[in-house]
């Protein structure tokens, strides 16, 4: 069971499952219910609640009541700021609220990191580093960048 969280990372993470990957996905993002509608082998659950038209995903206590009833084995959570003193944060309260119950049902959360939210912080935390399990990165990171990361129990790869 993997929840997928929104953002542009996590639409190509859904372009990218292999069609012979048999799964249960849950995911809040219109575009990648969409993606993932095409996809053979993935049973595909939307999470619906109200929509942020902007990021087009959906949010609030529908949502949370949903997860409530999920154990996940893997949350893949889209990131809008990363810091090593603070942890994952975003800049909006519902969607902080989505992503935190998301990783609180999770047996294993791994963060998708782009170079430009590496030492980024926004309002509101979603998880601290703690309870990260890996931190994927893109090739451009500067190594230097991720050391402070590095003093965490964290996968980055």
């Not at 309260?93 to 912080?121: C, F, H, P, Y």
Request: glycine letters at 6%.
């Amino acid at each position: 069971v993997i929840l997928l969280d929104n953002g542009s990372t996590n639409m190509e993470v859904a372009r990218m499952m292999s069609p012979d990957l048999k799964a249960t996905v849950f995911t809040n993002s219109l575009q990648i219910a969409q993606i993932l509608c095409e996809h053979p082998s993935i049973q595909l659950f939307f999470l619906g609640g109200k929509v942020f038209k902007d990021a087009q995903n959906t949010y609030g206590a529908e949502v949370i009541e949903m997860l409530q009833k999920i154990r996940a084995d893997i949350c893949i959570l889209g990131v809008c700021g990363i810091h090593h003193n603070i942890g994952v944060t975003i800049q909006d309260w519902g969607e902080n609220q989505v992503k935190r119950k998301m990783v609180d049902i999770s047996q294993k959360v791994v963060a998708l990191v782009t170079a430009s939210k590496v030492n980024t912080a926004e309002s509101y935390v979603v998880c601290t580093l703690d309870e990260l399990d890996v931190i994927l990165t893109d090739d451009c990171i500067d190594e230097a960048l991720l050391k402070d990361y590095q003093k965490h129990d964290i996968v980055i790869q």
